[in-house]
């Protein structure tokens, strides 16, 4: 029973331009998202995070948006630079901080 | 600030075999998950650990079990090997138990190879 769902697993993006990542869960019990980045021979990284009070948070070139009712989440990267080229994983978990549960990952790729 | 330490980073096991990982959390980071990553599967968790007690256990067969140590090292074991359980297994601490941001901090992972 995957509840939380990364339906595209690669994404290819020009550099400069916006890369969008999209995440879906069915869990209605989340109120914390959390965006995770990986890069080969890594472990992942915390990127960004949104509590469902909000609809948008917002760090640099980073922006993860959060539509409740439809129960998605996505993270926008602009403009994308090749550094940004890794795995981006989706997360979602209880307020009462209970274990992060993963998607199943998208891996970004930035063509300079 | 030293980092989260896994050791092995690499290991080859056959089937039936058992296997032990360890994981040293940040300096003063007294909780630690585990979590176990293959292709098309994302991150499944495995369990996690505070205080050397297990807090919370993910879907897993028995033959996947672990422990805290006092300075806060954490080992995983999976016993009676499958070729399914290669992957590369993730540990992750953070200093408070359920820390509420969510903000794990992730090892390099230990690559288990069956055969």
């Known amino acids: 029973d995957q509840q939380v769902k990364q339906n595209s697993p690669s994404l290819s993006v020009q550099e400069g331009r916006i890369s969008i990542l999209n995440c879906d869960y069915t869990?209605?019990?989340?109120?914390?998202f959390l965006w995770y980045k990986k890069y080969p021979a890594e472990g992942p990284t915390f990127l960004i995070s949104?509590?469902?009070?909000?609809d948008k948070n917002e760090d640099g070139r980073f922006t993860v948006f959060l539509n409740k009712s439809a129960k998605h989440l996505s993270l926008h990267i602009v403009p994308s630079q090749p550094g940004d080229s890794a795995v981006y994983f989706c997360?979602?978990?209880?307020?009462?901080?209970?274990?992060?549960?993963f998607g199943t990952g998208t891996r970004l790729a930035v063509r300079p | 600030k030293a980092g989260v330490t896994q050791t092995p980073r690499y290991l080859i096991k056959t089937r039936g075999q058992q296997v032990t990982l360890s994981c040293s959390p940040i300096?003063?980071?007294?909780?630690v998950s585990w979590y176990q990553q293959t292709p098309g599967q994302g991150l499944q968790f495995l369990f996690e650990?505070?205080?050397?007690?297990?807090?919370n256990k993910g879907n897993f067969p028995g033959r996947f079990s672990g422990r805290q140590f006092s300075n806060s090292r954490s080992e995983m074991n999976v016993s009676t090997l499958e070729l399914g359980d290669s992957a590369l297994y993730l540990c992750?601490?953070?200093?408070?138990?359920?820390?509420?941001?969510?903000?794990?901090?992730f090892g390099e992972g230990s690559r288990l190879t069956v055969l």
């Open positions: 997360a979602a978990m209880k307020s009462s901080g209970d274990k992060l549960t």
């Open positions: 992750a601490s953070s200093a408070l138990f359920r820390q509420n941001t969510g903000e794990l901090f």
């Open positions: 949104i509590s469902s009070i909000k």
């Open positions: 650990y505070f205080s050397e007690t297990q807090r």
């Open positions: 300096s003063g980071h007294r909780s």
């Open positions: 869990n209605s019990m989340f109120d914390y």
